[in-house]
């Protein structure tokens, strides 16, 4: 190796051991763990492997990481369409409750208590047909309508944040 060679070697060296700070610094920002060594790295394409402080493993790389990406588990959840404020909230318009303590996703089985005080469990979804399959009671539509309007304009809003925070 000429010594031309060797000194863009070492130039390659270093610039891959500052990559390799950049990546880890981009990991513990988001109180992450980066799983792979510091050899596994070679190029900005390489992939990483990283915990996030959800415990969920990925792969990733420089660019990703880079441009704001993180943990696809936790980007899913982060995107849900509702929580469990929002089953409470419609629940209270039909004049009952919700009666689980989490938001799990729209096709779960939630527990559910209507004016009368019947308990039955539903899906999300499966309420906007029958509200209280005891007293076969049809959600009051115009309280279902308003409810949605108010999540889609809520949903709007929290789309505008999101994105003003992404630029």
């Given at each position: 190796?000429?010594?031309?060679?060797?000194?863009?070697?070492?130039?390659?060296?270093?610039?891959?051991?500052?990559?390799?700070?950049?990546?880890?610094?981009?990991?513990?920002?988001?109180d992450g763990h980066c799983l792979s060594e510091p050899?596994?790295?070679?190029?900005?394409?390489?992939?990483?492997?990283?915990?996030?402080?959800?415990?969920?493993?990925?792969?990733?790389?420089?660019?990703?990481?880079y441009t704001g990406g993180w943990c696809p588990s936790?980007?899913?959840?982060?995107?849900?369409?509702?929580?469990?404020?929002?089953?409470?909230?419609?629940?209270?318009?039909?004049?009952?409750?919700?009666?689980?303590?989490?938001?799990?996703?729209?096709?779960?089985?939630?527990?559910?208590?209507?004016?009368?005080?019947?308990?039955?469990?539903?899906?999300?979804?499966?309420?906007?047909?029958?509200?209280?399959?005891?007293?076969?009671?049809?959600?009051?539509?115009?309280?279902?309508?308003?409810?949605?309007?108010?999540?889609?304009?809520?949903?709007?809003?929290?789309?505008?944040?999101?994105?003003?925070?992404?630029?």
């Open positions: 190796m000429t010594q031309a060679e060797a000194a863009k070697q070492q130039q390659l060296e270093r610039r891959r051991q500052q990559m390799w700070q950049k990546i880890l610094a981009k990991v513990d920002e988001r050899h596994e790295y070679t190029n900005t394409k390489s992939k990483i492997w990283v915990q996030c402080s959800q415990g969920h493993t990925f792969a990733t790389n420089w660019y990703n990481l936790c980007g899913r959840n982060s995107i849900r369409m509702y929580t469990i404020v929002d089953l409470q909230n419609y629940a209270r318009t039909q004049g009952g409750q919700c009666l689980s303590p989490k938001y799990t996703n729209i096709n779960a089985l939630y527990d559910w208590q209507c004016k009368r005080g019947h308990r039955f469990k539903a899906i999300w979804w499966g309420i906007y047909e029958v509200w209280c399959p005891y007293c076969i009671e049809a959600p009051d539509p115009r309280a279902r309508d308003k409810f949605l309007d108010s999540l889609t304009q809520s949903g709007q809003a929290a789309h505008k944040r999101k994105s003003e925070r992404a630029s």
